[in-house]
């Protein structure tokens, strides 16, 4: 088990004792023992997507660590029964999920977002500069959260409108129209417009 999953299952298992929730702590402790490669594997494997999407999603490092950990957590409390392959929709699905519930909070809204540099870049793409893809990602954040998801999705998971449509519960017709109305709005915020 690699040094930073040890570390994260500790963090996971404190947060568990702390909140008196003794038997949850214990089934970490058993992960540690070895009973847990699959989360292990999991949380190996799709971590940073998840840490990314959450920080573009956010724009916060802070919170966004704290939703990728809420997502493995509930990986951990909850077991559910992953189809083979679908693992990272699953997870990429829940964390889209909390941070939407964090972004509908009141106490969210009053942050100014965007004010500090992002620290993350997405996935690699063909823009040179930093500025470009630190402007490019301001303007994806200004973006109504419909829009947002699945351009962050789609663009920057590689995800496909039938898999996105799949994740979000929704029709495909609605994940093209929300992609094409999302990109028309990006080149309007890009030139100089708003999002609306």
Known sequence: MGVQTISALRRIQALFIRSGLAEEAGNVQAAEGGGMAY????????????????????????KAEDV???????????????????????????????????????????VVLGSPAFELVPAPDEIDSLADRQEIMQAINQLPAAFKEVILLHYYQGYGISEIAEMMELPEGTISSRLSRGRKKLESILKGGDAR
Do not use: H, M
């Open 39 to 62: 989360f292990e594997e999991l949380y190996e494997r799709y971590a940073t997507d998840v840490l990314r999407v959450c920080y573009f999603y956010l724009g916060d490092r802070q």
């Open 68 to 110: 990728c950990q809420d997502v493995f957590v509930r990986l951990i409390t909850t077991s559910p029964q992953l189809q083979e392959g679908r693992e990272k929709a699953w997870l990429l699905k829940v964390a889209l999920n909390r941070c939407r519930d964090l972004w509908r909070g009141a106490w969210l809204k009053r």
